[in-house]
């Protein structure tokens, strides 16, 4: 995945710098953030995709988050494209969470924590899960969790995938039980805990449009503020 991992990047702090220099000037804040936490198959691609449009965020996939945290060279490149002020601002709440949360303390975290927070400093990402919404500030983040029966998410599951029932309900298990130990392992915290998210939406009975008019409604009336005030966060650690 290197060349087409450098190639992302690259694109992607393109984006970032043209998002930057549109705003520059006119005090416009930065664009939101949206982070999506999921059951196995309880959503599809087309639903992320259409959240996307419609709130004009770029996706950053969570397969690619990976890549690029179990790469020093690629962390770090991710990281080096902020400015001063921003890297500032960026240690500062890295510091705050290690302080305030029991964040596993091994390389791959650390650079996790370093590359998702530097997505969410430049803003317009729809982060798809590696813990997102437990690594940027709440009050910054709109987080979203799907989820859905069983027997949903198996039926999509089969039909996604084309396997049978019993095979479509054993990968279900097995990938919510791999989400659920990797956030357990780094962040110490349940990944079904509604407490780590601003709203947790059953897709059963709800259509592509009803669910992206309730994110776009949460998203207008969670007031996200402009930036991270990070003196706030160092005094608070000081």
Same mark, same amino acid.
């Given at each position: 995945m290197g060349p087409d991992l450098d190639r992302f990047i690259e694109e992607q702090v393109k984006k970032w710098e043209v998002s930057k220099e549109k705003r520059k000037g006119k005090d416009e804040p930065a664009p939101p953030v949206v982070t999506i936490s999921r059951e196995t198959a309880s959503i599809a691609n087309e639903l992320v995709q259409r959240i996307s449009q419609e709130l004009k965020l770029d996706v950053i996939d969570g397969k690619i988050i990976h890549e690029v945290a179990k790469s020093v060279r690629m962390s770090d490149k991710v990281v080096s494209y902020l400015d001063e002020k921003t890297r500032s601002i960026l240690d500062n709440w890295i510091l705050y969470l290690k302080t305030t949360r029991f964040l596993r303390a091994d390389q791959y975290v650390r650079h996790l924590t370093k590359v998702v927070a530097?997505?969410?400093?430049? +803003?317009?990402?729809? #982060?798809? @899960?590696?813990?997102?919404?437990?690594?940027?500030?709440?009050?910054?983040?709109? $987080?979203?969790?799907?989820?859905?029966?069983?027997?949903?998410?198996?039926?999509?599951?089969?039909?996604?995938?084309?396997?049978?029932?019993?095979?479509?309900?054993?990968?279900?298990?097995?990938?919510?039980?791999?989400?659920?130990?990797?956030?357990?392992?780094?962040?110490?915290?349940?990944?079904?805990?509604?407490?780590?998210?601003?709203?947790?939406?059953?897709?059963?009975?709800? +259509?592509?449009?009803? #669910?992206? @008019?309730?994110?776009?409604?949460?998203?207008?009336?969670?007031?996200?503020?402009? $930036?991270r005030k990070a003196d706030v966060k160092s005094a608070s650690m000081a």
């Open positions: 530097a997505i969410g400093e430049q +803003g317009g990402a729809l #982060i798809i @899960g590696r813990g997102a919404n437990l690594i940027l500030p709440p009050e910054e983040t709109l $987080r979203v969790r799907f989820i859905a029966p069983m027997e949903v998410r198996t039926r999509n599951m089969m039909q996604e995938t084309g396997i049978n029932e019993k095979e479509a309900k054993q990968q279900i298990l097995l990938k919510d039980a791999e989400r659920r130990d990797s956030v357990k392992k780094n962040f110490k915290v349940d990944i079904e805990d509604p407490s780590y998210y601003d709203l947790v939406i059953n897709t059963e009975f709800l +259509g592509t449009e009803q #669910i992206v @008019g309730i994110i776009k409604s949460a998203l207008k009336s969670k007031k996200i503020p402009s $930036r």
